[in-house]
């Protein structure tokens, strides 16, 4: 069966298929500065094993008074930005907040639901 597109509601995003991945590519609000020219777009590759493997997840489960709680390193989402969308890490920082955390939330989604389903009995296996 074919794969779900991800489009987040409010900005403009187009999702290109492929294959054997599901790269995003985002209209950045604010474009990048690369030497004479101009980056207007970003794409992000699939986060494959070797991804993960270096650079882990980017949540982490800790306890906090007895109350487990998820805590985000926003250091890990800048390091898989750097590597799955080919920019430098200066480039990252000077991203729009908006298109950081869309950037973020589609690497985010590949990393809680590998197979593209979000809570099918498949996923859990």
């Known amino acids: ?9 409010t ?7 492929g294959a054997d991945d599901m790269p995003l590519t985002i ?3 604010k474009p990048i500065k690369r030497g004479d020219s101009e980056l207007k777009e970003v794409t992000v590759r699939d986060v494959e094993s070797s991804d993960y493997i270096a650079l882990g997840p980017i949540f ?10 998820m ?6 989402a800048l390091a898989y930005i750097v590597r799955l969308g080919g920019l430098t ?3 990252v920082r000077s991203l729009a907040l ?5 950037l973020k939330g589609f690497i985010q989604s590949q ?10 009995e498949e996923s859990l296996s």
């Open 111 to 120: 990393l809680f639901f590998p197979d593209g389903s979000a809570g099918s």
């Open 98 to 102: 908006g298109d950081f955390f869309r």
């Open 71 to 76: 805590h985000e390193d926003p250091q890990k």
């Open 89 to 91: 890490e200066r480039e």
């Open 27 to 29: 209209t950045l609000k």
């Open 60 to 69: 982490e489960m800790r306890f906090d008074k007895g109350v487990q709680q």
């Open 11 to 17: 900005s403009p995003v187009r999702t290109v298929s």
């Open 1 to 9: 069966s074919p794969r779900p597109v991800r489009r987040p509601s």
